[in-house]
């Protein structure tokens, strides 16, 4: 390939978002919806001032998915991972980024975020890797946001 994709991750308004309108070819952010829409609003400015294409950036987002038939078989799995890993409960309870619930319900969460640009999803994952989550996030998720 002639261009090795730069990836910037982080969503400091003053240094990350300028750097990401000068530099990135892709931007991965993670947050609450609103949140997220005001980010996209500080990028649009920096990348105006620097005379770019928003839409030259790829936008991904970072959660951390568990899918299962109900949320409450979600959280169950998270957490069992969670404890398998050692990872304090005040950890997953602080993270907003924690995804947890059926396919309708995580295809409902992530719609919003489509609609302010974001079209990639990186979902951090305990081992082990939960392969029945990737599996229906592809198989079942992606086809109901590709439907709208």
Request: charged share 30%.
């Amino acid at each position: 390939q002639s261009h090795l994709p730069i990836m910037i991750g982080g969503s400091g308004e003053k240094k990350t978002l300028r750097t990401v309108a000068k530099y990135a070819d892709l931007w991965n952010a993670m947050g609450p919806v609103d949140v997220m829409a005001h980010k996209v609003e500080v990028l649009r400015g920096h990348c105006d001032a620097v005379g770019r294409d928003i839409g030259e950036i790829e936008f991904t987002l970072g959660v951390k998915l568990t899918i299962r038939d109900s949320k409450a078989e979600a959280k169950r799995v998270r957490d069992a991972a969670m404890a398998a890993n050692r990872t304090p409960d005040a950890e997953v309870a602080d993270d907003d980024t924690f995804w947890e619930g059926s396919p309708e319900e995580i295809a409902d969460r992530l719609r919003p975020y489509v609609a302010l640009g974001f079209t990639t999803v990186i979902s951090e994952q305990p081992a082990p890797y939960d392969v029945e989550t990737f599996e229906r996030f592809f198989g079942e998720v992606k086809p109901l946001i590709d439907a709208g």
